[in-house]
Structures are given as structure tokens and as C-alpha cells.
């Protein structure tokens, strides 16, 4: 009685947007840092306490409050150069984010254009949590669940185990090769290890859309153990930090486990339950309902990841965002012809248009040619080729125990060789727990190498991902006719139909024709 109720038109569409205004209210509140019971109360009027800048080159000097005017007209000029440099590299057929993290270099290292690095730190920082959020999105949207629960283990061994094998490789490296105390080489290695979700999960994406490799769900492979090996080098920085630079004893160890474990068993609940609520509101048979959807399901995820982050408990956001995507698109794949394909359209519009240049511009922006000299570069180059010659080889490794082909296992390998969106966010922080002279001296080396492998495997990595993708994956072959079954109905986008035209003589003249009847 109860869900013939919730599926009521009316009801429903009136509950979907009493819950669409509770969550945008929660998400401005949270940003805003304003109380939820006087919201209006001019007391508090700064953002996110936690949106302090970090992110930013900490080799500068701090700089003055920038103007909200001020940091909006730089950011628009931003926005603008790079669309323009991303154009270019498009039609020089190359990743347009190439062009975009040039363009960031270019605001940053040229004196002309230094009145447009005027930018708030907080405005940057909610610019980069937006554009992390819509990868989450993009990424549980995109999995395909029948995969998913076939190869879990698969997907959980490769954001795990190899991302550890390379960590291990890079701290030996910096311990031993460069002299990096073993806290901060630790610390270090789990901020250079972490793939960048920003260049995998559109490239995978792309692959899935033109059908290749998804017989064997490689792509719903890489976006799962991507956003894995995300959460957990985010995790391990986390407790990395507490342990060796929080001044952490023994029984605020075992009090940083517990909390560890109740936020991240807290977070799949709560991932699983607002899933769930999706799955119900907004129903399929009302009007516009993959737009709601697409409205829905980012004023949740803003509301759960900036609440989240309000209240210091950064870890439950992304888990959870990423468990409600995936539950609420297993229902809303099989309850209409259309699946999430209009989704997905336009979150890809979002990211290509809106998120995507003013991520990577703003990560050009930490690019300080000043700062780095030859032997830096050199140095931070072997550190970079160590760390990801293990990862490969760790990955394909562990891909012999697939059933993949070994071209399908060399495209596999390099797909986790991208850096960008984990190592702009915490490499300041390295700086920041450095706390001797010579520690504070290594410290600058390490955050200049996590600067430089931004440069180096991004744009790299998406152009092999692209280019490779084409001809190591296999493109599946559709069959004409599937069943037509309202929760199986598959696109027919792959099929070229030729147009037939009939002729028919327009002659409407009545003929009788008599024959004799045989007896």
C-alpha cells in the first residue's frame, strides 16, 4: 500500500522535489559554513573553514584576500584560454586537457597574464570538489553491474594490491636513492601512487560508448578499480599523516582505526540507503524524468560530499557518492529503454564544457617553472619512471590470473599511469608535515615531483589510453535483434540504417473484374 502510495504522480513528484531543495539547501549551507536552523545570520560568512588554500604552490608567499569580482572575472578568463588551448590540441588530435594545462601554465609563468591568477583559494578549491564529484558520478553511472559482481575481487586486487606495490617501489626509491626520511617517503608515496580518476574515467568512458572491450568489461574494470585505488591512497595519506605527523599514541591509534572503520561502514549504509531513495523518486513515467534524475542525483552527491567535508569527515563523501550512483543506476538501467544514456549526456556536457577546463587550467596554475631546475627534473623523472614501470608490471601480472588476451592485458597495464587529480590536491600537504630543516628541504623536492608528474603521465596517459584502446580492445559485435523486453532493450546506435523508398502508384480508379463461377 505503501509504494503504491510513493508511486503516486503527484506524490511522488511533489516528495522528489521537497528532497531536490532539502539537499541544495544542505549543499549551500555546508559550503557556506551557515547554520541550518539561521541560515540568514550574518555571523559566519566565510566558506569551508577547510578550504584553506592548501592546494596551492606552498612555495609562495601567502597572498592577500582576492575579491569574489576579482576572482570571478580571472576565473572566466581562465575558463576561456583554456577552451581555446583544448580546442587546438583537438583538432591537432591531441587530449584536449593538454591544452588546458598548458593554458594554466601559461596564466602562471607569464607575467602578462598575471592579473588572472588572482583567485581565491576557496573558490579554487570548491571548482576542484565539484569536479571530483561529477567524476564520481560519471564513473558509478558507467559501470556495468552484471561486471561488477562477477569480478569484484578482480577489481578490489587492482586498486589495491597494485597500488601498494607501487608505493612500496617509490618509498624504497626516495629512501634509499634520494635520502627522503622513511615518514615523509611514506607519506609521499601514496599522494604520487594514486591514479588520476580526471583522465581514466572519460577515457574509459569513450572506450565503453564505441563498444571496446566491453565483451569482457575491461572498461567497467578500470573505472571500478580506479575509483578504488582513489579512495584508498586517499584513506592511507589520511592515517599516514595522523600516525607519523599528528603526534599519535598508541591509544589515539586504536581510536583513528575505529573511527576509520565506522566512517567507512557509515558511509556504505548511507551510500546504499540514499541509493536506494533514487531508485523510487523520481519515478520513471513522469515528464522530464531523466532530467530530474540528472538533478537529483547531483544535489544528493553535492549535499553528501560538502556535508561531509563540513564536518571533518572527509572520507564518508566520496564512499558514499560513489555506493548511491551505483545502486540507483542499477534500478534506472533496467526501468527504461533509454537506460542512463541521457544521463550520462549530460554530465559529459557538464565535465567537456564546464568542469574539465577549469580543473586542469587550475592545476597549471601550481606549475612554477622557477622553482625547478635541471636536477630537480631529472630526479623527479627517475622517482616518476620507477614507480610506474613497477605499476605496469604489477598490473599485468596480476592480469595473467584473467581471461584477457595479452593485448588486452598490455592496454590494462597502462591505464593506471596517469597522475593529476589526487596529487594536485595533497602534494602541498607534504610540505606543510615536513618538519625539520632538512626535511622541510626534501619536502619541496617531493612536492616539485608530484607537480612534474602531473605534466609528464597525464596528457601521455590519455593519448596511449585513447590511441591503444583502439586497437588492443577487441569492439563487440551486436546482434540485430535482442530482446525487446522493456528491461533488456539494447541501443541500435551501432547500426547504420539505410533508408528505403517505396513508390506506390497513386491510382485511386475503382476496377471490377467479372469472372464466371465454376460449379
Not at 627534473?377 to 627517475?382: E, G, I, V, Y
Request: charged residues 15%.
Amino acid at each position: 500500500m505503501l509504494a503504491k502510495s510513493l508511486l503516486h504522480r503527484e506524490l511522488n513528484v511533489a516528495i522528489t522535489s521537497i528532497l531536490i531543495l532539502l539537499t541544495l539547501y544542505i549543499s549551500l549551507c555546508s559550503i557556506l559554513q551557515k547554520s541550518l536552523y539561521n541560515p540568514l545570520d550574518e555571523g559566519i560568512s566565510s566558506l569551508l573553514p577547510i578550504f584553506n588554500g592548501s592546494h596551492l604552490n606552498p612555495l609562495e608567499e601567502t597572498k592577500p584576500q582576492v575579491s569574489s569580482t576579482a576572482t570571478v572575472m580571472a576565473l572566466f578568463f581562465l575558463w576561456a584560454i583554456a577552451m581555446v588551448f583544448g580546442q587546438v590540441m583537438t583538432w591537432l588530435r591531441l587530449p584536449p586537457l593538454l591544452g588546458m594545462l598548458l593554458a594554466g601554465m601559461l596564466v602562471k609563468n607569464v607575467e602578462f597574464f598575471s592579473p588572472i591568477q588572482n583567485i581565491d583559494a576557496d573558490w579554487d578549491s570548491i571548482l576542484r570538489s565539484l569536479a571530483f564529484l561529477l567524476i564520481l558520478i560519471r564513473c558509478g553511472l558507467n559501470l556495468d553491474p552484471d561486471v561488477l559482481k562477477k569480478s569484484l575481487a578482480i577489481f578490489s586486487s587492482l586498486g589495491f594490491i597494485s597500488t601498494t606495490i607501487e608505493a612500496i617501489a617509490v618509498v624504497l626509491a626516495s629512501y634509499y636513492l634520494f635520502g627522503i626520511s622513511l615518514p615523509l617517503a611514506i607519506l609521499f608515496s601514496f599522494v604520487l601512487t594514486s591514479t588520476s580518476p580526471a583522465v581514466t574515467v572519460p577515457s574509459m568512458i569513450r572506450l565503453q560508448a564505441h563498444g571496446r572491450g566491453t565483451e569482457k568489461g575491461i572498461p567497467t574494470m578500470i573505472l571500478a578499480a580506479a575509483s578504488i585505488d582513489n579512495i584508498y591512497c586517499i584513506t592511507a595519506f589520511s592515517i599516514t599523516a595522523a600516525v607519523f605527523f599528528g603526534g599519535t599514541g598508541n591509544d589515539d591509534l586504536t581510536l583513528l582505526i575505529i573511527r576509520i572503520v565506522v566512517e567507512v561502514t557509515f558511509a556504505v549504509v548511507s551510500g546504499i540507503i540514499f541509493g536506494l531513495l533514487l531508485c523510487v523518486f523520481p519515478r520513471v513515467r513522469v515528464r522530464h524524468a531523466h532530467f530530474i534524475r540528472s538533478v537529483i542525483i547531483s544535489s544528493f552527491s553535492t549535499a553528501i560530499f560538502f556535508a561531509a567535508k563540513s564536518t571533518g569527515h572527509t572520507m564518508i563523501g566520496p564512499i558514499s557518492v560513489f555506493i548511491m550512483v551505483v545502486v540507483a543506476s542499477i534500478k534506472w538501467e533496467r526501468d527504461n529503454p533509454k537506460k542512463t544514456k541521457k544521463e550520462e549526456k549530460c554530465f559529459k556536457i557538464i565535465w567537456d564544457d564546464v568542469l574539465q577546463p577549469f580543473l586542469f587550467a587550475l592545476i597549471g596554475l601550481v606549475f612554477d617553472f622557477s622553482q625547478i631546475n635541471w636536477d630537480v627534473f631529472w630526479s623527479a623523472m627517475a622517482i616518476i619512471f620507477i614507480g610506474a614501470a613497477i605499476r605496469v608490471i604489477a598490473v599485468f601480472a596480476m592480469s595473467i590470473f584473467m581471461a584477457l588476451s595479452f593485448k588486452e592485458r598490455i592496454f590494462i597495464s597502462i591505464c593506471f599511469f596517469p597522475k593529476a587529480t589526487v596529487q594536485a590536491a595533497l602534494a602541498p600537504f607534504i610540505i606543510q608535515y615536513a618538519t625539520g630543516n632538512d626535511d622541510r628541504d626534501k619536502s619541496k623536492f617531493l612536492f616539485n615531483t608530484c607537480v612534474l608528474s602531473i605534466l609528464a603521465t597525464a596528457p601521455v596517459g590519455q593519448l596511449l589510453i585513447d590511441l591503444l584502446g583502439k586497437y588492443l580492445l577487441e569492439k563487440e559485435v551486436r546482434l540485430a535483434e535482442r530482446e525487446t523486453d522493456s528491461s533488456k532493450v539494447e541501443s541500435f546506435e551501432e547500426f547504420e540504417v539505410k533508408p528505403q523508398v517505396i513508390q506506390v502508384e497513386k491510382d485511386n480508379t475503382l476496377r471490377v473484374k467479372v469472372v464466371p463461377i465454376d460449379n
